[in-house]
């Protein structure tokens, strides 16, 4: 078929070099483009801000500052393989998951405001009753979009962050310019757009 190329024990057809510069133009077309970054940044540090208050706001006497909340991204933002349409996952470290109720009431009065800062909508929780007890493997979870974006914002959860931090370790260990994230992406939207 096509020529061989031979460098040491390494060799490779033409073909199969063609169909990498193929793979690396369709990865290319399907990772995070700068724009969509900078916007999912931008509502990042909206929620952030909206976490901080309403968490360091509790009327107990264990609340915190907002500078002592800390507020992290995790999932396929951070890790950068996440398609066009993916979520952006937030989790946030206070002292107990109270705020998380009063972040749901703060975004759904955003949501019917007009002139807010950013539009939100679809506003939810699982579940439903965030101030009710629930067993211990059930993790809280406010939803909604803010611009355009879906958003997940849960308390104390370390799960997502143990999870990045493996990812980008295999990463790390597997190189070859990132060949590890290059084919989550390429996974991702196999499934999401072929399956």
């Known amino acids: 078929s096509g020529r061989v190329w ?17 793979v690396d133009e369709l990865v290319m077309q399907l990772q995070p483009h700068p724009r969509a970054e900078a916007h999912r940044a931008a ?3 909206h929620i952030k801000k909206m976490v901080r208050h309403v968490a360091s706001g ?25 398609l066009p349409h993916g979520d952006l996952d937030v989790t ?14 703060a975004l759904e009065a955003q949501a019917r ?22 067993h211990a493997e059930v993790v809280k979870v406010v939803k909604c979009q803010i611009d355009g974006i879906s ?3 849960s308390a104390n959860a370390l799960g997502g962050l143990f999870t990045l931090c493996l990812l980008e370790k295999v990463d790390h260990l597997v190189g070859d310019r990132h060949l590890f ?6 996974i991702k939207a196999w499934c999401y757009f072929e399956a």
């Not at 509790?58 to 915190?64: A, G, L, W, Y």
Request: include cysteine; glycine fraction near 4%; aromatic fraction near 8%.
């Open 43 to 45: 509502v990042f540090r």
């Open 92 to 105: 946030a470290f206070a002292a107990d998951d109270k705020w998380l109720q009063k972040l749901k009431e």
């Open 151 to 153: 958003v997940d914002i």
């Open 113 to 134: 405001q007009d002139d807010a800062q950013c539009v939100v909508s679809g506003v939810y929780s699982v579940p439903h009753d965030l101030n009710r007890p629930a």
């Open 181 to 186: 994230k290059r084919s989550m992406v390429l």
């Open 58 to 82: 509790q009327p107990d006497d264990e609340s915190m500052s907002a500078e002592e909340i800390q507020v992290h991204r995790f999932g396929s933002v951070p890790l950068k393989t996440y």
């Open 6 to 22: 031979g460098w040491g024990r390494c060799w490779m057809l033409d073909e199969d070099m063609e169909r990498e510069r193929h």
